[in-house]
Nanobody, 119 residues
């Protein structure tokens, strides 16, 4: 059973920072891409940032220059450093990972963590 467990959300004022963490656990062979998605109320889930196993990153235009994704393959963990936060960043943030197990490669999701940017 593979699990992704997230932490680090919360309430922050505009201009503030937060750091989200997501750790994978369970039985698997390797983790390919890892990423973060956001889902605001009434909207579809959207990609925020993604990182390959080799460390190549890609970001949504709305967060470029403010957010940074990183990972530690030995710890099976991905982070999202969010700086200069804006009210429009308010959403539930979900961790995603493409993971190879003994039987197949599948997408796995974390439970989501709320980020609220408000004064």
């Amino acid at each position: 059973q593979v699990q992704l467990v997230e932490s680090g959300g919360g309430l922050v004022q505009p201009g503030g920072s937060l750091r989200l963490s997501c750790a994978a656990s369970g039985s698997f062979i390797t983790i390919w891409n890892m990423g973060w998605y956001q889902q605001a109320p009434g909207k579809q889930r959207e990609l925020v940032a993604i990182i390959t196993r080799g460390g190549i990153t890609n970001y949504a235009d709305s967060v470029k220059g403010r957010f940074a994704i990183s990972r530690d393959n030995a710890k099976n963990t991905v982070w999202l450093q969010m700086n200069s936060l804006k009210p429009e960043d308010t959403a539930v943030y979900y961790c995603n990972a493409k993971i190879l197990t003994m039987s197949s490669t599948n997408d796995y999701w974390g439970q989501g963590t709320q980020v609220t940017v408000s004064s």
